[in-house]
Nanobody, 124 residues
């Protein structure tokens, strides 16, 4: 079992930056792919970014490419999502998810473990 805890959300003006973090605890000595997803009110959960166990492979949804960067520090069991040039449409609850695998997945149903989410609100 792996437990995930997100932090770092908040309120920011359009054009600003935030960094959200996802700390894993429990059985963290396996090869876990980690993804970030987001869900806005009334919308389905959507993929944002994902990173392989070593950090050598990353994937992003088209709308955040060039603005968001996913990274990880395995010594700290932490995955980060640096979000720059934020837009009001980035407003959502951001969730991190993990799966014991070597393949980077981009759909929510492929992930086994989920955090509780952290709210990101971008004002115009």
């Amino acid at each position: 079992q792996v437990q995930l805890l997100e932090s770092g959300g908040g309120l920011v003006q359009a054009g600003g930056s935030l960094r959200v973090s996802c700390v894993a605890s429990g059985r963290t000595n396996s090869a876990y792919v980690v993804g970030w997803f987001r869900q806005a009110p009334g919308q389905e959960r959507e993929f944002v970014a994902a990173i392989s166990r070593t950090g050598s492979v990353t994937e992003y949804t088209e709308s955040v490419k060039g603005r968001f960067t996913i990274s990880r520090d395995n010594a700290k069991n932490t995955v980060y999502l640096q979000m720059n040039s934020l837009k009001p449409e980035d407003t959502a609850v951001y969730y991190c998810a993990a799966r014991e695998n070597l393949v980077v997945f981009t759909t929510a149903r492929q992930y086994s473990y989920w955090g509780q989410g952290t709210q990101v609100t971008v004002s115009s």
